[in-house]
């Protein structure tokens, strides 16, 4: 679940790689906007987990997010796939309006949950001022806030740095697997 929520979160240095600041009329200053927009409403949704941690108990809640890290074992390597899979993707240029409709059609029909907001539940003001208030979580929240620091500079910027030396789409894809495999080796040690 997490990688495939990666997935669709971690291709929009792919994307920026594919001329989508001209595509779209934005500009850099626009990207910063968008990807602080991004990460803080990133930081308010994790707000439900620690909620979660407090109900149940960090005891029990910690030890489950363990093992489901474990599972998804990193961030990173979605990255990597993703690139693949934009390579592959961006040879397909030249969707049309019907083929658009087929593929959200078909998106639907697999899930008709992501057609509505149905599943979405209110985090109250209380809940969140207690979620706070709980100076045991601010080591959590600490390290939330903090994790990928190092790492959010160069997965923004790095697709637009190597275009602009001068690499095609396509290449810029492949070369930026081998910077993510550096990151993940770089965190085992």
Not at 24 to 37: A, E, R, S
Not at 58 to 77: E, F, G, M
Not at 169 to 186: D, G, H, K, M, R
Request: aromatic share 12%; with cysteine; hydrophobic share 50%.
């Amino acid at each position: 679940m997490f990688f495939a929520l990666q997935l669709d979160r971690g291709n929009i240095s792919q994307a920026l790689n594919d001329n989508m600041l001209d595509d779209l009329g934005l500009t850099t200053n626009d990207y910063n906007t968008g990807q602080t927009i991004f990460y803080l409403t990133f930081f308010a949704a994790e707000l439900p987990s620690q909620i979660v941690s407090k109900k149940i108990g960090p005891a029990n809640w910690i030890p489950v997010q363990v093992v489901c890290w474990s599972l998804v074992v990193s961030y990173q390597t979605t990255r990597i796939i993703s690139a693949f899979m934009v390579f592959g993707i961006l040879h397909m240029r030249g969707f049309n309006e019907r083929e658009e409709k087929i593929m959200v059609n078909r998106i639907l029909r697999d899930d008709p949950g992501k057609g509505d907001m149905h599943n979405r539940q209110a985090i109250t003001h209380s809940l969140l001022w207690e979620a706070l208030k709980d100076y045991h979580m601010w080591p959590i929240y600490l390290l939330g806030l903090s994790w990928l620091l190092p790492l959010i500079p160069m997965s923004a910027y790095l697709t637009l740095q190597l275009k602009s030396a001068g690499f095609k789409t396509l290449e810029v894809n492949l070369l930026i697997i081998p910077a993510y495999l550096i990151f993940i080796v770089s965190l085992l040690f």
